[in-house]
């Protein structure tokens, strides 16, 4: 007040007053609670970082999540979120793959597609943002218990039963968030109809004369109403090299479901289960369907795993994903299926979507804008993942029409309409795919 000459007018003055307030804000740095330092978590520090935010991340898990995870499918949004935080991206990133063939069930080529990518594995991606982030800003070992909402602020309480108090929290805490769950009681994810068969095949388990297709190029099996992918990976463990992981859709009602997540010595574990744990005889199934239903290049990749992940598969269409001071990002705010391929992409452009917003006004304000930029996008790409999860379980039309609209459409290159899905446009939910049904 005292710096204010005396001759300006009334308005000017206050004028001066606010700018003056807003700059004593912008002084004293704002603090933001992360909750969860997996992807989502990770970029929402480092964007918030770089906007002038001092922040915490808070991750349930003690030790490393870098083991965490398979191949990933990108796109070129996600480098450049990459870029924007100064970290490397591209190629140097994942691997090159060549294109795509679709097999019939005796190994014949049905499809050949040269549909170009990169792929790279959920660590390589995670272990980078993690390592330039400082110690200081995170915190393992660390599990929130519930937000308590403040007038100008929020307080993140733990199950340790310490508080942390700031100006913003990011629920960044993945598929069964507890921060969407507070402000979004009642909505759970929703159990698709089928499960993931999973596993990675280190290159040394291959058959060598199956390593230029397997290890370059992505293969497509269609068994009725069911969808084998084979996808190349860099290889595991982060040496050079190249490996593969397929994923193997299948139908299972929920009654099966329990019974898949039940093991030997018959204790139920709800709708998970620990690779370990997997009943025998459901692999001992799972490896003479694939010989008797798979092109034998595909089968033999069931037969090579090591380890048999059961992965169900789940969404979530959240109506909100910001609640005053409290926004949630990545899987906490939509769970796609996996058909587009775009999980950690979504989480690091939520991400950068948040910061931005934040960049321009106080945080209720800026997470409207958050909210109207992304929650549209998220429900469109929950959309667009459950119509790729209709049309291969549907089983009317010409099928080999059918293979090569999924082949073309399907994961990260996937077109709508010929064109990309805009990351951060809203994209249309429906799309040139015939026959299919929500
Ligand atoms: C079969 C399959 C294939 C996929 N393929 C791809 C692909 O090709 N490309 C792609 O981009 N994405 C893919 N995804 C999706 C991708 O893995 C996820 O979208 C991504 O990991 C989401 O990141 P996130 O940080 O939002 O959540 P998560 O990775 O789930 O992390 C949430 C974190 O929060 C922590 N946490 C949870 N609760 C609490 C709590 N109460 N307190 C503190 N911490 C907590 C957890 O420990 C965890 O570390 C695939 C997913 C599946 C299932």
């Known amino acids: 007040m005292r710096l204010l000459p005396s001759v300006l007018s009334a308005p000017a003055r206050i004028v001066i007053i606010a700018a003056f307030g807003t700059m004593e804000r912008t002084l004293a740095r704002r603090r933001a609670l992360v909750i969860g330092g997996s992807v989502g978590g990770l970029f929402s520090a480092h964007l918030l970082r770089a906007t002038g935010w001092d922040v915490a991340v808070y991750e349930r898990a003690a030790g490393d999540l870098g083991d965490r995870g398979t191949g990933i499918g990108t796109r070129e949004e996600l480098f450049a979120v990459m870029r924007r935080i100064g970290l490397p991206a591209g190629i140097s990133l994942g691997i090159d793959v060549a294109g795509r063939i679709g097999l019939d069930r005796d190994g014949g080529v049905l499809h050949d597609m040269p549909v170009r ?30 937000v308590e909402p403040q007038a100008d602020g929020v307080i993140a309480v733990f199950d340790d039963g310490t508080r942390a108090e700031g100006d913003l929290l990011v629920g960044a805490d993945g598929l069964h968030s507890t921060v969407r769950a507070q402000f979004l009681p009642g909505l759970v994810p929703g159990y698709a109809g089928y499960v993931a068969w999973r596993g990675v095949v280190e290159a040394t388990e291959l058959p060598p004369e199956l390593h230029g297709l397997l290890l370059h190029r992505m293969v497509f ?9 084979s996808i190349p990976m860099p290889a595991p463990r982060g040496e050079a090299g190249r490996a593969c992981h397929f994923v193997w859709f299948r139908p ?16 139920r574990h709800g709708v998970s289960i620990p690779p370990p744990l997997i009943r025998p005889e459901l692999i001992a199934t799972l490896k003479h369907d694939a010989g008797a239903l798979l092109a034998p290049q595909l089968a033999a990749l069931v037969n090579g795993t090591a380890q048999i992940i059961l992965q169900p598969i789940f969404d979530l269409e959240s ?16 769970v796609a299926r996996p058909h587009v391929a775009s999980g950690v992409m979504k989480a690091a452009i939520d991400a950068e979507s ?42 009317e039309g010409d099928p080999r029409r059918r293979s090569e609209t999924l082949m073309r459409e399907y994961g990260a290159a996937g077109l709508v309409r010929d064109r990309p899905i805009e990351a951060r446009a809203v994209p249309d939910a429906s799309s040139a795919m015939p026959g299919a049904t929500h």
């Not at 330039?132 to 995170?138: I, M, R, S, T, W």
């Not at 099996?221 to 992918?229: A, C, K, S, T, V």
């Not at 929650?375 to 379980?393: E, K, M, T």
């Open 252 to 267: 299972a009602t929920e009654e099966a479901l329990a019974g898949l997540c039940t093991d030997q010595s018959g204790r």
């Open 354 to 395: 948040l910061a931005d917003a934040l960049a321009g006004s106080d945080v209720p304000a800026a997470l409207e804008q958050y909210n109207r930029e992304r929650q549209p996008y998220g429900a469109a790409l929950v959309a667009r993942d459950r119509h790729i999860g209709a049309y291969f379980a549907a089983r």
């Open 117 to 146: 990518a990169v792929n790279s594995a959920w660590s390589r991606i995670w272990r980078p943002l993690q390592q330039a982030l400082p110690d200081a800003c995170h915190a393992g070992g660390k599990t929130l218990s519930r």
């Open 319 to 334: 109506p909100r994903i910001a609640f005053g001071r409290v926004a949630l990002v990545g899987d906490a705010a939509f």
């Open 221 to 229: 099996g269609f068994p009725d109403g069911e969808l084998m992918l």
